[in-house]
């Protein structure tokens, strides 16, 4: 309900304002406001930039051309947003891939640490929470969006190295989130038979119990870690009681048995982890999702491809190398067809309860953390959304001035009523959320 039409109300039935508040809720009268459509975001992750000719429309505005690497999507060509012009403008420690890829969803600097990399200054995790998980927690704090774990990290091809250029989710400052690489894992995750879940809160109970004992012999500086391993207890526990509580709208995707997390079988896993996304949105298990291939400073061979190099080294191979931008180009385009495969699971799943599809009301955001490989320029970063439910008019390609990406975290922050007004580093959000309306 509008403002003006509350005050008309007011006025009409002869009630204080004050009284308002104690009056939204009751359904006869129509003035609760109306449920917000559900909203999903799904962020999909591929490395070591693009190669901007065959990526970036010569055109702006609704009437663009797909260059080779976006043509898979030609199908969803009038539910894009193609961004040209976000830069990563976060300096600071570390090199541009470590910053690259762990200041890509933060939009803030890493603390100082240990972790050398191409530069002379060795860096630690980011120093804040990804906009992956800003608006998680915001949808979990919310009984009509609250959902069985808010959000799922989904990897393919992701080693089990833990440093910053292996993670772009963070759930506050110096807090990464590991992607589960292993779909049978993530089934785990989602599916487990309750006897587990009995097992795994017997376990719980026990160390909730060895941590208190622990509580008495630590510092104060300790304790602050010990209160963050307990509130990981405590959402693992929760996570518990609301899967025995949940029934679901589909059963669980039939997974193919013995694909071993390798290599060259990064394809099969691929459309495993999409199946298990997909199918999780479904059962509304989680509202926010990422999904990430390999990491930066990737270095996956695409066999499948009959690519033999890997893919960091050919991404540093100089504009003149034709031989090594086709390959590069063949690259990206796979990435944009499993990025497709997504779209049409999304688009072909009727949306549960209400009217269309998944896709509807979910908006994919494809990103990576350089702009160009073999510059290692945080300038012009590859970002194309697709899908609907954020309010944005899509089917355009924009061009842009370079802006902040932090702006276009605010815009999603905002489309799902979560109304910040900085996101990441304060400075770098001067003009407010980008205009995608």
Not at 286 to 294: C, D, G
Request: contains cysteine; proline residues 6%; charged residues 25%.
């Amino acid at each position: 309900m509008n403002a003006i039409h509350r005050r008309h109300f007011i006025k009409q039935l002869g009630v204080s304002a004050a009284t308002l508040p104690f009056l939204v809720g009751l359904p006869s009268l129509g003035l609760a406001a109306p449920a917000r459509p559900r909203q999903r975001l799904i962020i999909m992750f591929s490395p070591n930039g693009t190669i901007p000719p065959a990526f970036w429309p010569d055109e702006t505005g609704s009437d663009f051309k797909l260059k080779e690497i976006l043509s898979p999507l030609e199908a969803f060509k009038d539910r894009m947003l193609v961004l040209n012009g976000l830069c990563n403008k976060v300096r600071g420690d570390g090199d541009n891939h470590m910053r690259g890829m762990s200041c890509l969803l933060t939009g803030i600097e890493l603390f100082p640490g240990n972790i050398q990399g191409g530069s002379d200054t060795p860096a630690g995790w980011a120093s804040g929470i990804s906009i992956d998980q800003e608006i998680k927690n915001f949808l979990q704090s919310r009984e009509e969006t609250r959902t069985r774990f808010g959000s799922l990290e989904f990897g393919v091809g992701v080693t089990d190295r833990a440093d910053p250029w292996t993670r772009m989710s963070y759930a506050g400052p110096n807090q990464p989130v590991a992607p589960v690489s292993d779909p049978y894992q993530m089934y785990q995750k989602l599916y487990g038979q309750m006897k587990d879940r009995e097992h795994l809160q017997s376990v719980l109970d026990d160390v909730r119990g060895d941590l208190k004992k622990v509580r008495k012999l630590i510092s104060a500086e300790d304790r602050r870690m010990l209160d963050e391993h307990e509130s990981l207890v405590r959402q693992m526990e929760k996570e518990i009681a609301e899967a025995g509580r949940q029934k679901l709208r589909v059963g669980p995707p039939t997974l193919e048995e013995g694909v071993a997390d390798q290599n060259d079988n990064v394809p099969r896993l691929s459309r495993m982890q999409i199946d298990l996304l997909v199918n999780s949105f479904v059962n509304d298990m989680a509202r926010v999702a990422t999904l990430q291939y390999t990491k930066s400073v990737g270095s996956a061979r695409m066999n499948w491809l009959d690519i033999k190099d890997g893919h960091h080294a050919l991404s540093h191979e100089p504009d003149k190398d034709e031989v090594s931008q086709e390959k590069l180009v063949k690259i990206n385009r796979w990435f944009c067809g499993e990025l497709r495969y997504l779209l049409e699971k999304l688009a072909n799943t009727p949306e549960p309860g209400d009217q269309g599809s998944l896709l509807d009301h979910t908006l994919v955001v494809w990103t990576n953390e350089l702009g160009k490989g073999n510059s290692h320029t945080l300038k012009n970063i590859p970002f194309v959304l697709v899908g609907g439910g954020f309010g944005f008019q899509m089917g355009r390609s924009l061009k842009f001035n370079e802006f902040a990406h932090n702006r276009l975290h605010l815009a999603l922050a905002h489309a799902v009523g979560h109304r910040i007004e900085t996101f990441g580093k304060p400075s770098l959000c001067e003009g407010g959320p980008l205009d995608l309306a």
